[in-house]
């Protein structure tokens, strides 16, 4: 009878120590399973780059990237630009090109990876006014200068993605952004100068800064004609030149090489738009105010998750990984 106390208690105990001990195991287990599917979602077994046409063969484009980086894709696959953002997201791809101010990188959850190496040329946008009516307004760059430095990448990929994805008018979008950060009031203000007739491109971006440019100058007494959504770059370049509007936001890479009509980018932003607003001034009389911090240059992106799992942060970073699989 002793004896089988004695068992019993061993069984007892024994049970309960491999209870504890499993309940130990079992937790350990799920968290290597776990470490071990977070290992398997950040391996890309086949590096597929989604570009559009013109820049997987223009020199600045794809090939010299690839040399400068030092590395290369497993795969390129051309499509029309606008979907390389959808072939990412849904995981058809790994990586794509981009540019760096899309709605959809925010909408998509992608990442714009950082161009360390300063590849690409540097296109930060500006207001461009007629030297003629800023000598008559002078007060016109008190009023539009602010903008500009409070607009980052990330604040106009929003913006964007407010017009773009949510499906928002340019003109709401710039008005409730205009008011959160200050730069005007909610009232109605008489207008007693002007008129100062306002451009700009025809894409969502253009239309948001187009639409700020017409809010602020009311909102400091101005009338103003909105002829935004003019068309291109020369169809604005050319209405500014002539007279047919007063201003509109250009982007200094664009008016370097367009307009100003140099070969070589510049990679550099400061540079770039100090150059160019000696050159425009001298040249064409054109005055370019503060310009933005933001970049709207070509971008290589990622999934977030992606870019997160294997530490990308940089087009460095991403070199590295694909060549360290490639080893």
């Not at 019993?8 to 049970?15: C, G, R």
Request: glycine residues 8%; charged residues 25%.
């Amino acid at each position: 009878m002793r004896n089988f106390r004695w068992l019993a208690v061993a069984l007892i105990l024994a049970l309960a120590l491999g209870l504890i001990t499993g309940c130990g195991g079992s937790g350990s287990s799920s968290e290597e399973t776990q470490n071990s599917s977070e290992r398997k979602e950040a391996v890309i077994d086949k590096w597929i780059f989604a570009t559009d046409h013109e820049f997987s063969v223009r020199p600045d484009g794809l090939p010299e990237l690839e040399e400068t980086y030092g590395f290369q894709f497993d795969e390129i696959a051309v499509m029309d630009y606008g979907v390389t953002y959808g072939a990412l997201k849904d995981g058809k791809v790994a990586a794509a090109m981009g540019f760096a101010t899309d709605g959809r990188i925010g909408a998509f959850n992608l990442v714009n990876l950082v161009d360390d190496k300063k590849f690409f040329p540097v296109y930060n946008p500006a207001p461009v006014v007629r030297k003629e009516v800023l000598d008559k307004y002078p007060e016109i760059a008190d009023v539009l200068n602010p903008i500009g430095p409070k607009l980052d990448t990330k604040t106009m990929i929003e913006l964007n993605g407010k017009v773009d994805i949510e499906g928002m008018e340019p003109k709401e979008v710039a008005k409730e952004w205009l008011l959160e950060q200050g730069l005007i009031e909610d009232k109605e203000v008489e207008a007693t100068k002007g008129p100062i007739t306002v451009g700009s491109k025809q894409f969502t971006e253009q239309l948001i800064l187009g639409q700020m440019t017409i809010l602020a100058l009311e909102n400091a007494g101005f009338k103003v004609i909105d002829k935004t959504e003019l068309g291109g770059t020369q169809v604005a370049r050319q209405a500014l030149e002539e007279g047919e509007i007063d201003l509109y936001w250009e982007y200094t890479g664009t008016a370097w090489l367009g307009p100003l009509g140099h070969e070589k980018a510049i990679t550099d932003t400061q540079e770039c738009y100090e150059k160019v607003k000696k050159e425009d001034l001298a040249k064409n009389n054109l005055v370019w105010l503060d310009y933005a911090r933001f970049n709207n240059t070509y971008t290589i992106m990622m999934r977030a998750e992606d870019a997160k799992a294997l530490g990308i942060k940089s087009i460095s970073d991403l070199a590295d990984v694909i060549n360290s699989q490639k080893s």
